[in-house]
């Protein structure tokens, strides 16, 4: 009997998940659609800034700096914010290639974490879009290629995608796939 009615609660708060979804859909495709009704304006890179915060990744920060070097398109800048690290993260971000604008800002010591480190670098460069990412990732050479090709409502909400590779990995990327639908509907609900 106990059994039973956990399988309903779970199914129940499934299908309300669900159909939060789906309304959230709905809604941003209407939004959309009302908002770029006859906008089929592509993305201008000269228009894009990428702001990537940072705390002490001298060790994981290598994949993105050797991604960025392979990129065959670039944005306008990307800014590095320092959220207070105390390795050598700084000395990596300087590998960048010739030609490749970027910035260093470091977070003034009343401001810490990386939403705050965002807004910081958000507020000291202006674009028409700002795009963040994390310093541990990696990407295709072709990445801003393909950010040219998407109409500028399509950038609004670009979740990032997990590959996993080990059963935990896998069970994390299947994870995210539903954050990521969830911050899809809920854009839709609130935007």
């Known amino acids: 009997r106990r059994l039973n009615e956990f399988i309903n609660i779970f199914l129940l708060l499934y299908s309300l998940l669900g159909s939060l979804i789906i309304l959230g859909f709905v809604l941003q495709n209407r939004n959309e659609s009302t908002c770029f009704s006859d906008e089929k304006e592509k993305i201008d890179l000269h228009n894009l800034?990428?702001?990537?915060?940072?705390?002490?990744?001298?060790?994981?920060?290598?994949?993105?700096?050797e991604s960025i070097n392979q990129l065959i398109r670039y944005?306008?800048?990307?800014?590095?914010?320092?959220?207070?690290?105390t390795d050598d993260?700084?000395?990596?971000i300087h590998q960048l290639k010739a030609g490749i604008s970027y910035e260093i800002l470091d977070l003034p010591i009343h401001l810490q974490g990386k939403k705050q480190a965002i807004e910081f670098g958000i507020?000291?460069?202006?674009?028409?879009?700002?795009?963040?990412?994390?310093?541990?990732?990696?990407?295709l050479p072709n990445y801003f290629q393909s950010i040219e090709q998407l109409e500028k409502k399509d950038l609004y909400i670009l979740p990032v995608i997990m590959k996993g590779k080990t059963i935990n990995e896998l069970f994390f990327e299947s994870d995210?796939?539903?954050?990521?639908?969830?911050?899809?509907?809920?854009?839709?609900l609130y935007r």
């Open 49 to 65: 800034t990428v702001i990537i915060p940072f705390r002490n990744e001298q060790d994981r920060i290598t994949s993105l700096i």
């Open 75 to 85: 944005p306008q800048k990307f800014i590095f914010v320092n959220d207070h690290s």
């Open 89 to 92: 993260t700084k000395s990596k």
């Open 123 to 139: 507020n000291h460069f202006s674009s028409e879009f700002n795009l963040t990412w994390d310093a541990d990732i990696s990407l």
């Open 176 to 188: 995210h796939a539903i954050a990521n639908a969830i911050n899809a509907s809920i854009s839709g």
